[in-house]
C-alpha cells in the first residue's frame, strides 16, 4: 500500500466521524478522560482500542515487544505514572496474546541481538516454571501457556512498582488485570489474576509507609 494512500484513509476516517458527531473531535481536544491503561504487544494483530471495541479517547496506550513491565523501562514506568495519578485511571490491564513471537523467542537458544534482553524477565518465568511446563508435551500448547505466565508475572512486576502502592495507600481504585489474546479467534481470556491492593503481595515487596 502506498503511504499517501493513509493519509487518505485518515481524512476519511475523520470526515466521517465528524459528519455523524460534530461535537467528537472538539471534545476531545480539549480533554482526555481514559479510565483505562492498555499494556500488550506490539504485534500488530492486537491493537488495542478495536479490540475492545473504543473509541478514541478511552484508553490510554503502551505497547511493546512482549507486553512487558520491566522495572527499570523509564518509558513504561513514565505512562504508567501519568496514567495513575494524572488520569486516574480504574484499571491497568496487561494484555499479552497467544502465539506471541517474542515468548517464542524466548523459549529457544537462538541468539537475536539485542532484543534478547529485552526478553530475558521470560527466560527466568520459564525457568521458575520449568516443572510444570515440562509438563505439556504439545510445543504450542507451551507457547500457550508460557504466553499466559508471562503476563501473570507483568501483573506481579506491575504491583511491585512503588507507582501503583502509593495509589493504593492513598485509597485510589486501581485494578491491575492480565489477560490473553486468541489471534485466531479475536477473543481475550482473563487470566483472573485481578490485583487491587498490596494485601496479598510479599513482604519484600511491599513498601511500608509512615
Ligand atoms: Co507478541
Partial sequence: MDIKELIKR????????????????????????????????SDSRVPANQVVDLDPGEVFVHRNVSNMVIH??????????????ILEVK????????????VRAAMEQGENGLIDNWLLDIKDTIYHHRKALANITDYEEKVDRVCELNVIQQVYNLSHTNIVQKAWRNNKRLQIHGWCYGLNNGKVKDLEVTVDSAEKLKDIYRYKVE
Fill in 10 to 41: 485518515n481524512h476519511e476516517w475523520a470526515e466521517n466521524i465528524a459528519n455523524t458527531d460534530p461535537d467528537f473531535f472538539p471534545t476531545l481536544a480539549a480533554q482526555q478522560k481514559p479510565e483505562f491503561l492498555w499494556i500488550g504487544c
Fill in 72 to 85: 527499570t523501562d523509564m518509558n513504561m514506568l513514565s505512562v504508567v505514572q501519568f496514567a495513575v495519578e
Fill in 91 to 102: 484499571h491497568i490491564i496487561i494484555v499479552g496474546h497467544y502465539g506471541c513471537g517474542g
